[in-house]
């Protein structure tokens, strides 16, 4: 079955310091693979992406998420922590359906960061 | 100007009752969705439509009815309203299908 997983539901780091958040897939052929961050109370906000290429991708607001094909991971990456980079984070993956595709989404993880 | 809107963003009714959630986007894309966000944030596609089309539709009940009156919209209606259709419903757009999605404000629908 084609699924994206977020083993952590909530992930705390002191401002600053550096931060990961997990995602694991599993897909039908090449994976398209998406981060996306929430806001409280706001949509879902398109963070970056990989389709292909460099297995480092950048986003946005200083973002970076690494393709690791063997351990078939996307883990979301920020050097430094904000307090501002608080809220929800979702990985996604794009799923074949029938003659079409979705983009189906893992159970979002929290990122807290302590001041 | 918003991208993607929705309206309304709060709706509260009773049980039994049918109700209808608005989408409008203004960024030209081809393919609309309805997405519903549960109290534990899982969030699931329900419809997606590609110029009109309809060509997704999950195990969604037959009370949810999307439609298309043309590209830039997409409503939903609902039927006979239950408790656990409480939740927060997303309208998003991209520009062809499973591509990077644009996500309205959200819907919260609560049902007592």
């Known amino acids: 079955a084609q699924s994206v997983a977020q083993p952590e539901d909530q992930v705390n780091v002191a401002e600053g310091n550096p931060l990961t958040v997990k995602c694991t897939y599993s897909?039908?052929?090449?994976?398209?693979l998406f981060w996306y961050v929430q806001y409280p109370n706001r949509g879902l906000q398109f963070l970056l992406k990989?389709?292909?290429?460099?297995?480092l991708v950048k986003g946005s607001y200083g973002f970076e998420a690494e393709f690791n094909k063997s351990q078939t991971s996307f883990h979301l990456k920020k050097p430094s922590a904000l307090v501002s980079d608080s809220a929800l984070y979702f990985c996604a993956v794009r799923a074949l359906y029938s003659s079409a595709s979705k983009i189906i989404f893992g159970s979002g993880t929290r990122l807290s960061i302590r001041p | 100007d918003t991208a993607v809107s929705q309206t309304p963003k709060y709706l509260v009714t009773q049980m039994g009752n049918d109700k209808s959630i608005k989408c409008e986007q203004n960024l030209g894309h081809d393919t609309m969705y309805w997405y519903k966000q549960d109290s534990k944030k899982f969030l699931k596609i329900m419809f997606s439509?590609?110029?009109?089309?309809?060509?997704i539709n999950e195990t969604v009940p037959n009370r949810f009815s999307p439609k298309s009156p043309d590209k830039a919209h997409l409503n939903l209606h609902i039927n006979s309203l239950e408790l656990g259709d409480s939740a927060v419903y997303f309208c998003a757009s991209s520009q062809g299908g499973a591509n990077v999605l644009t996500f309205g404000a959200g819907s919260r629908l609560t049902v007592l």
């Open positions: 439509y590609n110029n009109k089309e309809l060509i």
């Open positions: 990989y389709i292909t290429g460099d297995n």
């Open positions: 897909v039908s052929g090449n994976p398209y």
